[in-house]
């Protein structure tokens, strides 16, 4: 199998049939997360939730290494395809794959043995300390296979397949599913684990994901199997590698943890402020969750038209994805307009914290139209294996406008609202930068060599 040329035919056909199983993989993934959060709210309580709260900072942060090393190979692995480079592709696969598995087995390391110190240091409170460390300890056992997985549909979307990934993912998804409250709760005669037995499920789908996608690549002999036999590390495809993908692990450090600080500006206004805000950012990931697909699909899409030569083409590519981007963001900007508190009373029921949370989604209702067109753009750039740029464009919006503006409004007649009027005014600017420099046309480099047709 040879992946999907993506510089012919129609870029409309492309940008949604490649997005659609991109966003069924996410919306996938959030309702695993919204099932296992019942499990261990009701069945486990209180602490078992807390622990999985304190964690997600450090699981996030080391997740968030593959997410850019990832980016790095799907980039290098679109514009070698586009410019028709077979062999290429296959040796960026080749550094990418060990690469990750060493980088997992470090973060496995890291995370087991750093566990309750890190826990300790972020104030985690004694009573869910336990709990929280023994969970991290099981669920650094996911890394190998998160990694893997994680690089292979990274490669995988680089050659134009983003369906393969999907029903993997699908299968792991439901296996853990299933996994879990038998492992949780003891059930059909398993030990009773509690929280542990939660990160023991991920490990096994995982797991099972990683391994059945592995062997039905090199059982089709697919383009993007990883062929480990003559192989040998290459320094120049790994510092292109490097170069774009550390850029994007530290963008999403940076977000992650000015998040933290947003939230803690929330928190000065108390617990309504802080479940309205809570509630009203369930909605804003659905709203966004479209536009962010399309801008993946848009850095694969860029990605091999810019090796192949093709900036005409990317031109036009980005306009399309700006149509698809407004338009599958049209309804959630409409519902926050027009009605919500419809949305939110699938959350919440007190008036005041609908109140708070309403003033949120008028406010943030045209910031989604925002968000959309800068995912677009800022996918063109990283298609184009410019990952600093997007990175010192969130450094810019988030560090240098967005949480100085939060501070000093908060604390004017505005109030909570400050905060919220600083996110949408910070995302038109982070929009226009990035905007400006698609303009300006400085992205129009390729990062490989001229077309050189595969002897295979």
Not at 84 to 95: A, G, M, P, Q
Not at 109 to 115: C, D, F, I, Q, R
Not at 264 to 287: P, S
Not at 418 to 433: D, E, K, R
Request: glycine share 12%; net charge positive; with cysteine.
């Amino acid at each position: 199998m040879k992946g999907t040329d993506l510089t012919t035919g129609s870029i409309w056909r492309h940008l949604i049939v490649f997005s659609v199983p991109m966003l069924v993989g996410s919306l996938m993934q959030t309702a695993y997360s919204v099932i296992n959060a019942i499990w261990v709210g009701n069945g486990l309580g209180a602490e078992s939730m807390a622990a999985i709260a304190v964690s997600f900072p450090l699981i996030f942060l080391l997740v968030a290494v593959v997410n850019g090393l990832s980016m790095g190979s799907s980039v290098l692995v679109s514009q070698h395809y586009g410019a028709k480079n077979l062999d290429k592709v296959t040796e960026v696969i080749n550094n990418a794959f060990v690469i990750g598995l060493l980088i997992s087995g470090i973060s496995m390391v890291v995370g087991y043995y750093g566990a309750e110190p890190i826990l300790k240091l972020n104030g985690t409170p004694t009573e869910v300390l336990p709990i929280a460390a023994s969970y991290m300890r099981y669920f650094v056992g996911t890394f190998p296979s998160m990694f893997g997985i994680f690089m292979l549909a990274a490669c995988l979307r680089g050659t134009g397949d983003s369906k393969t990934p999907l029903y993997f993912q699908a299968g792991g998804l439901l296996v853990a599913c299933i996994l879990d409250p038998v492992l949780m709760f003891g059930w059909l005669g398993a030990p009773k684990m509690g929280l542990n037995g939660a990160a023991l499920a991920t490990i096994l789908a995982q797991t099972g994901g990683f391994l059945g996608l592995l062997y039905y690549l090199h059982r089709k002999r697919h383009l993007a199997r990883p062929r480990l036999r003559g192989f040998r590390l290459d320094r120049g495809t790994i510092w292109l590698i490097l170069v774009i993908g550390v850029p994007s692990t530290l963008q999403q450090a940076l977000v992650s943890v000015g998040m933290v600080l947003i939230i803690g500006l929330v928190n000065g206004f108390g617990k309504d402020a802080v479940a309205a805000y809570g509630a009203a950012m369930r909605i804003d990931q659905i709203a966004f969750m479209p536009a962010m697909t399309i801008g993946m699909a848009i850095s694969t899409v860029a990605g091999q038209n810019i090796g192949a030569g093709l900036f005409d083409r990317v031109k036009r590519t980005f306009w399309v994805g700006v149509a698809l981007g407004v338009i599958s963001t049209l309804p959630a900007t409409l519902l926050a307009l027009v009605v919500p508190e419809v949305i939110l009373r699938l959350f919440l029921q007190e008036p005041e914290v609908l109140n708070i949370g309403c003033h949120y989604l008028h406010i943030m209702g045209l910031g989604y139209l925002i968000f959309s067109i800068m995912f677009v753009s800022n996918g063109v750039i990283n298609g184009a294996g410019k990952t600093f740029v997007t990175t010192l464009v969130s450094l810019i919006a988030l560090w240098g406008i967005r949480i100085p503006l939060a501070t000093y409004l908060s604390k004017t007649s505005l109030h909570i609202e400050g905060i919220w009027y600083s996110i949408v005014f910070s995302s038109f600017i982070g929009m226009s930068i990035s905007l400006l420099y698609f303009a300006s046309g400085r992205w129009r480099v390729k990062l490989v060599s001229p077309n050189k047709p595969s002897v295979r």
